[in-house]
């Protein structure tokens, strides 16, 4: 088991959603804006 790291990170928006299968993977979709932006997905549980 992983140990649970502390990080602090700045944004300008969030969005907490569950992954969903997408063939031999997971995706997460967010909005259309984010389209070309840096984003950051990380595992909370």
Do not use: D, T
């Amino acid at each position: 088991m992983k140990k649970p790291i502390q990080m602090k990170m700045e944004g300008y928006e969030v969005a907490e959603k569950k992954p969903e299968r997408g063939g031999n993977s997971a995706r997460i979709y967010v909005p259309k804006l984010w389209i070309g932006k840096k984003v950051r997905v990380v595992l909370i549980e």
